[in-house]
């Protein structure tokens, strides 16, 4: 664990990386307390709303759980298109289930030619996409003959895990 008192906490990262005299000033910023402006520079309030302070459930401020993304990749057989319409309506409705969960962000197909899929998931471990793919009627029932999971670092974009910017 990083610092905590009553009203906020900083990760490990955070602790390690600021000092505390800015850290006291990110605190200060991040629940709403003005820091002594005379002392500081104002170039503090950015990188306080940048360092990931967040409400936590206790009321204060913590550092926000980073969700990461998933890829699921379907590799599929010459016969999928013609075989997948007995099973489809139950793939889609596993997938749409996982979307109304916040799971599953996008899927489908991959075209032209049609074979494979892709699968992109929000979680904190593979764990969502796997169990996804170890439900899923395509993979039970030999549509899909291979699938792999992988950790996909996002940085640029609204739904960003990780964002970098120039």
Not at 88 to 117: M, S, T
Request: charged share 25%; net charge negative.
């Amino acid at each position: 664990m990083g610092y905590r008192d009553r009203d906020y906490e900083l990760s490990p990262v955070e602790t390690r990386a600021i000092g505390p005299a800015v850290r006291e000033r990110l605190v200060a910023i991040a629940t709403g307390r003005a820091p002594d402006e005379d002392n500081w520079r104002a170039g503090v309030t950015a990188a306080g709303s940048s360092c990931g302070l967040a409400p936590s459930s206790a009321g204060g401020v913590a550092s926000e759980a980073v969700l990461k993304h998933y890829l699921l990749f379907y590799d599929v057989g010459q016969d999928y298109v013609q075989r997948r319409t007995a099973f489809r309506a139950v793939h889609l409705a596993k997938a749409w289930q996982a979307h109304e969960r916040g799971e599953l962000i996008l899927a489908g197909a991959l075209a032209e030619p049609v074979d494979g899929a892709v699968l992109l998931f929000k979680g904190d471990s593979p764990e969502v996409a796997e169990a996804f793919a170890r439900a899923d009627p395509y993979v039970i029932n030999g549509l899909v003959f291979r699938w792999r999971v992988r950790e996909w670092t996002t940085v640029a974009g609204d739904g960003a895990a990780n964002p970098v910017r120039p």
